[in-house]
Each structure stands twice: as structure tokens, then as C-alpha cells.
């Protein structure tokens, strides 16, 4: 009686699966093998060694890199300095970095632009202490910029979920052993963080690879990323063929860098977080 009843709670998450994650799934595997005639065809793959579709691809690769490092050089630190004040409630640590969340996604980054315009905030603070005006808005630093800002909780927190698991009692044992603070971090703390950092990185990477929405508002346009040229296949040349191609390329992509972070992952930790 207790498994049917648990077999019929899981029904809506089942349909939901089906519905929202392998079906359009299912869709876009097919529009990517077949043309508008129905026959197969690789074309719409192959569309990625276009030079225009290489160059966005390759400038996705760099600034997913570039975001997920910055986001690992200040998360951190932040989480041990976080893990350093012996929070109790753990969930209010989680509160304060989700919070920002609430707020809509187009509403944060537009905000940014504001802020990062040439007379926004930004440029008039720094003339007015004598500094010269900076150009960031509409550069491949303002949309690395605005990934880390948008992607960099999903870093902090499964960092320090990893560092308040570990035990006081290791850390007093490698002092205790004669291990100095820095050797006590690269030969305790690190290995035991490792992974909070791999399921840090999957959560940063992946997104900011994919990201288009950043890249648009931040970039001006300027910045042409695969996920922009995705895309204006679907909603604005209506080529869904082409859409699905470049898609599946993607998604090659993002299972290849999985699979990496996850090589190093011995324990099969790595998508544990907070939450």
C-alpha cells in the first residue's frame, strides 16, 4: 500500500519529466538529424564550423572559463570566512545568498546596465573623485561581469556546505602533527572541498555557456555568443533546424565539461549543494 502510494505522488513529477525535459529533448534531437523534408541529414549539425557560429562558440568557451574561475577565486574565500563564524542556522547563510534570487533575473542584469552606462553610477563616482570615466558596457568584461554576479551563489554555497561538514577534529590533528595553516589548507581543507568546488564549477559553467540573456542586455549585441545565435535561429530566422543543430552541439559540449569535472570527482559527490 505504501509503495502505490508513493508510486502516485511521484506521478506529476513524472509527467512533468516527460513533458518539459524529454520530449523537448526528443524535438530537438529530431529537428537536428532531419531537414523540413523529413529526410536525415547532418547539415544542421555541421552549421557549427560556420566561422561566424566557431567565433561565438569559441568566445562562449571563454568567458563560461573566465566566469567559473572568477567565481571560484571569490567564492572561496567567502565561504571560509562564512564557515570561520560558526553560523548555527546554516538555512540563514542560504537565505541571505538566495535572496537576491527572488528578484527577476531581467530586472538584476538591467540594473547593471544602468549602473555600469557611461553616465551611470559607476563613471560618475569615478569623475568625481578625479578619475577618468571607464568603457565597460557593451564589452566581453561587462557579460563576464554579469554572470558572476548572477552565477556566483550557486558556487558559494555548495563550497561552504563542503567546509561545514568538515570536522574540527581534523583540522586540530594536522596541527597537532606539526602542520602549519598553509599546509593544514592545501592537505585538509582543499581535499575535502573538492566536492563543493567540482559541483560549483558544473553549476557555474554550464549556465554561463549557455547564457544569452547576459550577453544581449550587457553586450548591446556587441558580444555574439552561441547562445544568442541559438537564439535568433528560433525566434527570429525561424530556423529551428538550424536552432536544434547548433542545440545538440551545445549540449555535446556541456556533457563533454560534466564529464571532465565529474572524472575528478572520486567519491561521486559532486551535485551535492546546500539545498
Not at 534570487?101 to 563613471?123: E, H, Q, T, Y
Amino acid at each position: 500500500m505504501n509503495k502505490l502510494k508513493s508510486q502516485f505522488l511521484a506521478g506529476p513529477y513524472l509527467v512533468w519529466i516527460i513533458g518539459f525535459i524529454i520530449l523537448p529533448l526528443a524535438m530537438i534531437l529530431y529537428y537536428s538529424f532531419f531537414n523540413e523534408d523529413g529526410s536525415f541529414t547532418l547539415e544542421n549539425i555541421a552549421t557549427i564550423t560556420d566561422p561566424v557560429n566557431l567565433k561565438a562558440m569559441g568566445l562562449s568557451l571563454e568567458l563560461g572559463v573566465a566566469c567559473t574561475v572568477i567565481c571560484l577565486l571569490l567564492a572561496y574565500p567567502l565561504a571560509m570566512i562564512l564557515n570561520n563564524l560558526q553560523i548555527k542556522n546554516q538555512s540563514f547563510v542560504v537565505f541571505i545568498f538566495m535572496l537576491p534570487m527572488w528578484m527577476n533575473f531581467m530586472l538584476r542584469i538591467l540594473a547593471w546596465k544602468l549602473l555600469l552606462n557611461k553616465n551611470g553610477v559607476l563613471n560618475t563616482l569615478l569623475m568625481g573623485i578625479g578619475l577618468e570615466p571607464v568603457t565597460i558596457l557593451n564589452t566581453p568584461a561587462a557579460v563576464v561581469f554579469g554572470m558572476v554576479y548572477d552565477y556566483l551563489p550557486f558556487m558559494i554555497l555548495p563550497i561552504y556546505n563542503s567546509m561545514a561538514r568538515i570536522k574540527k577534529d581534523y583540522i586540530e590533528a594536522a596541527h597537532d602533527l606539526g602542520a602549519n595553516s598553509i599546509t593544514t589548507f592545501f592537505k585538509v581543507i582543499v581535499p575535502l572541498t573538492v566536492s563543493g568546488i567540482i559541483s560549483g564549477i558544473v553549476m557555474v559553467f554550464v549556465p554561463a555557456l549557455t547564457s544569452f540573456a547576459v550577453s544581449e542586455l550587457l553586450g548591446g549585441g556587441k558580444v555574439l555568443l552561441i547562445g544568442n545565435i541559438i537564439e535568433e535561429s528560433f525566434m527570429q530566422g525561424m530556423q529551428w533546424n538550424v536552432g536544434s543543430g547548433l542545440s545538440f552541439v551545445l549540449m555535446v559540449f556541456v556533457m563533454i565539461s560534466m564529464a571532465i569535472t565529474n572524472a575528478f570527482d572520486k567519491d561521486g559527490e559532486g551535485g551535492t549543494a546546500v539545498w
